[in-house]
C-alpha cells in the first residue's frame, strides 16, 4: 500500500495541532483548572506540558516519520528481531477506540447546543430553563444518540475523501477559523464586570493549592490534550518529509495548544465571575455556565452560537485527527481500501460509542466509581489514567532502550533537517528522569483516585498500617 502524504508543510503542524486541540482544551483543561484552584493548576500544567508532553511528543513524531508506519506498525519495523514491543501498537488501537468512545458524544453536545442557539432556543428564557437545558439534553437518549452518530459518520465521510482533499484541507480551514473566533470571544470577556477577579482566579497561582492531585491531574491533562501515548502524533510523523527537525515543529503543535487551552479560560472564567457561577462544576461547567451567560447578554444568541461553532470545530480537528489514526491502524492491518476501512471503522466506533451516549439516561443506573459517575468517567478514567501515561512511558523506554530503538537512532531522525535541534546533553534526563517521573505520577494518581465516595487505595493504605 502506497504511504499517503500531507500537502504542506502547513498541513501537517495545523493537522497535529488539530489532533491536540480539541475537548481537552476548550471542555476539560477550563473544568480542570476551575477543579484544581485556578492559578495554581495552570503553572503545573505548563511545566508538564515542557518536560513532559514535549519530548514525548518529538518521540512520537520519529517514531512515525523513522517507521514510516501507523502506531499499529511501528514497532515492527523499528524493533529488533525477537522483541515484542509490537503488543504496544495493539494497545494504541484499542486506546483510540476507547478515547472515541466517549469523545464522540462530547463532540454531538458542541453540536447540539450549536444548533440551539442559532434557532434561537438557548436565549430570551429563564436562567432556571437554561441551567436545565444540559441535563435535558443528557436525559434524551435519542437526542445523545443521534448526534452522536452524526459526528461519527461526518468524520469518516471526511476522511473518505482522503488524506490531503479530506484530512488535511478540512483541518486547516477549520484551525483558522477556530483561532480567530476564540480571540473575537476572549475579547468580548475582557469587557464583563467580573473579568478582573475571574483573571486572578485563573492567572494568579496560589501556590498553597498545589498538592499531588494537582500534579497528577495536569500531568493527564498534558497528555491528553496533546494526544500522546497512544500514537496520535506518531500517524502525522509518518505523513511527513524529513525537510524538517521534529523539536522546532513540536514546539510549534505545543504552542497553539497552549495558546487556545488558555484562550478558553480567558473565555470562560471571566464570564463565570460576572454571572457568579461556580467555576469547580465540574464537565457541565462550559455547558450549564456558558448557556446562562449568554442568555443574559446582548446578542446573546449569536455570541452563544460563534462560541459553540468553535468548540465544535476544536472537537471535530481531534476527531478527524484520530479516526484517521484508527483508520490508517486498520488499513495497515487488513489492506482495506480506503473506503472500504471508512465504513468498518465507522460502523464499529458508532456501534462502541452508544454505550456512553446512553449512560446518562437508559444506563444511569452503572456507577462505576463515586456517586454520580458513569459510563463517560470510567472511559475517560482508562485513558487518561492509564491508557496515556503508559503509552507514553512505553514510547520514552522504546526510544531511550538498547534494548528498544535506542537513543542514537531517536536522536538523529529527531534532528533531521532544518531547525531547532534536540541537544544531547537531554539524554540523562530523557532516559532516567522523565520515566521515573511518569512512573511516579502515575502511581500517585491511581493510590488517590477516587474508586468510590469514600474510598482510594491510599487511604485504604493509611486505614491498615
Known amino acids: 500500500m502506497e504511504r499517503e502524504k500531507l500537502g504542506s508543510r502547513l498541513g501537517f503542524i495545523l493537522l497535529s495541532a ?26 503545573i500544567y505548563l511545566i508538564c506540558l515542557l518536560i513532559l508532553g514535549l519530548p514525548v511528543m518529538v518521540m512520537e513524531f520519529s517514531l512515525g516519520r523513522a517507521s514510516q508506519a501507523s502506531p499499529i506498525g511501528i514497532h515492527h519495523k523499528l524493533q529488533k528481531p525477537g522483541q515484542k514491543w509490537h503488543w504496544h501498537g495493539k494497545m494504541a488501537l484499542a486506546a483510540n477506540f476507547l478515547l472515541m468512545m466517549f469523545y464522540t458524544s462530547v463532540t454531538g453536545w458542541m453540536l447540539y ?14 436562567d432556571k430553563v437554561s441551567a436545565a437545558q444540559f441535563a435535558n439534553m443528557l436525559g434524551n437518549p435519542w437526542i445523545m444518540v443521534g448526534f452522536m452518530a452524526i459526528i461519527v459518520v461526518l468524520g469518516f465521510l471526511i476522511l473518505s475523501f482522503g488524506l490531503q482533499k479530506g484530512v488535511e484541507s478540512v483541518t486547516k480551514y477549520m484551525m483558522i477559523a477556530l483561532l480567530g473566533l476564540m480571540i473575537i470571544l476572549a475579547i468580548n470577556s475582557f469587557t464583563l464586570d467580573g473579568a478582573k ?22 500531568m493527564n491533562q498534558a497528555f491528553f490534550t496533546l494526544s500522546l501515548g497512544i500514537g496520535s502524533m506518531a500517524i502525522f510523523g509518518s505523513y511527513i518529509g524529513k525537510e524538517r527537525s521534529l523539536m522546532g515543529e513540536s514546539l510549534h503543535i505545543l504552542g497553539l495548544d497552549t495558546f487556545v487551552a488558555l484562550m478558553a479560560g480567558l473565555i470562560i472564567f471571566p464570564a463565570c465571575f460576572t454571572y457568579d457561577i461556580e467555576v469547580g462544576a465540574g464537565p457541565g461547567l462550559l455547558f450549564q455556565s456558558m448557556a446562562l451567560v449568554f442568555n443574559n447578554m446582548s446578542g446573546g444568541r449569536w455570541w452563544g452560537s460563534l462560541f459553540f461553532l468553535f468548540m465544535f470545530f476544536a472537537a471535530m480537528s481531534t476527531i478527524i485527527a484520530v479516526f484517521e489514526n484508527i483508520l490508517a ?24 460509542s452508544v454505550p456512553c451516549a446512553l449512560g446518562f439516561n437508559v444506563l444511569s443506573g452503572f456507577v462505576p466509581f463515586a456517586s454520580g459517575s458513569g459510563v463517560l468517567d470510567l472511559e475517560d478514567f482508562l485513558v487518561s ?8 512511558l512505553l514510547y520514552v523506554i522504546f526510544c531511550v532502550s538498547k534494548k528498544g530503538w535506542g537513543f542514537d537512532n531517536f ?41 468510590a465516595d469514600d474510598f482510594t487505595i491510599w487511604g485504604w493504605i493509611k486505614s491498615v498500617l
Open 329 to 352: 491502524m486498520v488499513r495497515e492491518i487488513t489492506g482495506l481500501s480506503r473506503i472500504k476501512g471508512c465504513i468498518i471503522c465507522g460502523l464499529a466506533v458508532l456501534v462502541l
Open 411 to 451: 536522536l538523529k531522525e529527531a534532528n533531521t533537517g532544518k531547525g531547532l535541534k534536540m541537544p544531547r546533553w537531554l539524554k540523562p534526563y530523557l532516559t532516567y528522569v522523565l520515566p521515573l517521573i511518569v512512573i511516579a505520577l502515575f502511581i500517585i494518581g491511581i493510590l488517590n483516585f477516587k474508586f
Open 385 to 392: 489514567n492509564c491508557c496515556l501515561p503508559i503509552g507514553s
Open 113 to 126: 447546543y450549536f444548533i440551539k442557539f442559532l434557532k434561537g432556543d438557548m436565549t430570551s428564557i429563564s
Open 197 to 218: 477577579s475571574g483573571l486572578e482566579f485563573y492567572l494568579k497561582p496560589d501556590l498553597s493549592k498545589i498538592n499531588g492531585s494537582v500534579i497528577v491531574g495536569a
Open 18 to 43: 488539530g489532533c491536540a486541540i480539541g475537548c481537552g482544551n476548550v471542555w476539560k483543561f477550563p473544568w480542570m483548572a476551575g477543579q484544581y484552584g485556578g492559578g495554581a493548576f495552570v503553572l
